[in-house]
């Protein structure tokens, strides 16, 4: 199954932001997330997956904020 479900499609795009906005690089591939995810894995550096969705970041909450108020406009 090579398919990144959506929640890990976020993940991916929200890590891209922080590690931009942190000034790091971010080199973790989509697909290595989602064979995370789909082995039960819902916390990725600090990133909290429930319910099939992201719902907050407890190493970087204001760029989390930040990043859905981006999402929503």
Do not use: C, S
């Not at 000034?23 to 039960?40: E, I, N, S, T, V």
């Not at 969705?53 to 981006?70: M, S």
Request: glycine share 4%.
């Amino acid at each position: 199954m090579n398919t990144v479900p959506p929640v890990v499609k976020d993940l991916d795009d929200y890590m891209r932001f922080r590690a931009q906005r942190e000034g790091l690089a971010w080199k973790l591939d989509p697909q290595f997330l989602a064979q995370h995810y789909r082995m039960g894995v819902r916390e990725f550096f600090g990133v909290v997956i429930d319910d099939d969705r992201l719902v907050h970041d407890t190493q970087q909450p204001a760029l989390f904020n930040e990043w859905r108020k981006r999402r929503l406009h």
